[in-house]
């Protein structure tokens, strides 16, 4: 367990609104990684932070933005939510040092109607 | 471009009957690769790390292993609880760029 907290854990939305995602992490880990999951698709990434206000895109960026104002929290948000965006959302902190190793929240899982 | 492919996609074994899952990789250099577990509707486990060929490590009834093209990740007398979808992934170039996933094998044993 690497102390990572996502909220909500569940939520099911209309197309056109907005929506944010929270990560929280513990153990002051300077990068953080949002990933989405899908049938046939695997993970792929999405944004991600090497440390606060310091964020970059990932594979699938288009539609969601993100923001870390603390070391703690890194919020993804889409502004206006489509159904192609109902998805399996994870959260993903890198260890410091050397190893590279990523350890995962418990996902949000995201209805877009 | 960066690629990892894992086979076979799914694999369904009865309990006791050993086998190994594969993960080739086509990377610029290779910092690392990963082995991750998955239960449904969970967060990908770090099972894992493996940084030159030749190496191996164990856990349990698990122990993973690296080429220089390739990773395997072999199952020992597996048991229904080894079931769940075994999720490959490489760090590649300087480390700071992201990991580079597969797709996953999504492993069923029977009992």
């Known amino acids: 367990d690497a102390g990572i907290t996502q909220s909500p854990r569940h939520k099911v939305t209309e197309t056109g609104t907005p929506v944010t995602l929270r990560c929280h992490q513990t153990e002051n880990h300077r990068y953080m990684y949002w990933y989405r999951q899908d049938p046939g698709h695997g993970l792929r990434l999405i944004h991600y932070s090497y440390g606060v206000k310091d964020t970059d895109k990932g594979e699938v960026s288009d539609g969601y933005s993100v923001s870390r104002s603390k070391t703690e929290d890194f919020l993804l948000t889409l502004e206006s939510a489509t159904s192609s965006q109902t998805s399996v959302y994870f959260c993903?902190?890198?260890?410091?040092?050397?190893?590279?190793?990523?350890?995962f929240g418990p996902g949000t899982r995201l209805t877009v109607t | 471009e960066d690629q990892v492919t894992q086979s076979p996609e799914a694999l369904r074994l009865q309990e006791g009957e050993s086998s190994s899952l594969n993960c080739s990789y086509t990377?610029?250099?290779?910092?690392?690769l990963f082995w991750y577990r998955q239960d449904p509707g969970k967060g990908p486990e770090f099972l894992f790390t493996?940084?030159?060929a030749g190496e191996e490590k164990e856990k349990e009834r698990l122990k993973a292993t690296l080429t220089k093209k390739e990773s395997f990740l072999h199952i020992t007398a597996p048991k229904p609880e080894d079931s769940a979808t075994y999720l490959c992934a490489v760090q590649v170039d300087s480390g700071n760029t992201p990991l580079v996933f597969g797709k996953g094998t999504r492993l069923s044993v029977i009992a």
């Open positions: 993903a902190i890198r260890t410091s040092g050397s190893s590279y190793e990523q350890y």
């Open positions: 493996l940084y030159s």
């Open positions: 990377v610029s250099g290779l910092r690392g």
